[in-house]
């Protein structure tokens, strides 16, 4: 099975700083960058007329986007038959108790709070590579 992951971010600095951290643990799979959940919705459509092998193995969602945000999105993730088993992690600002019950009541698999350090990111990443990746 062909590993792929779905990230969903719509600042550029993180998608650039997350996309180097997984490069940093020379992880060279398929990375697909979503700027908003609408996009991400878009691209679930297009897979389910064609292969389930093209799913994401795991989905990394912030959760304040424009249009869909990620709480939205794994609402639907969640709902769909198709790809409610796939991990999702929420990778976002917040640092609320409230927002992490919330995901993890609706079927996030984890709630992280992005790090203010690279080297921290490249922890992050390589935990998430060693479990899902």
Known sequence: ??????????????????KEAFEEND??????????????????????NKSFLDYPSLFILDLNMPRVNGLELLTII????????????ILTTSK??????????LGATDFI?????FN????ITKGLIEKYG
């Open 78 to 89: 969640k709902k769909n038959v198709n790809i409610k088993d796939i991990p999702v992690i």
């Open 120 to 123: 921290l990111l490249c922890k």
């Open 1 to 18: 099975m062909r590993k792929s992951i779905w990230i969903a971010d719509d600042d550029p600095d993180d998608r650039m700083i997350i």
């Open 96 to 105: 609320s108790n409230q927002d992490k019950e919330k995901v993890m009541k």
């Open 27 to 48: 992880y060279f799979e398929t990375i697909n960058f979503f700027e908003d959940g609408e996009k991400v919705l878009k691209k679930i459509n297009e897979v389910k």
């Open 113 to 117: 709070t992005k790090p203010f350090s």
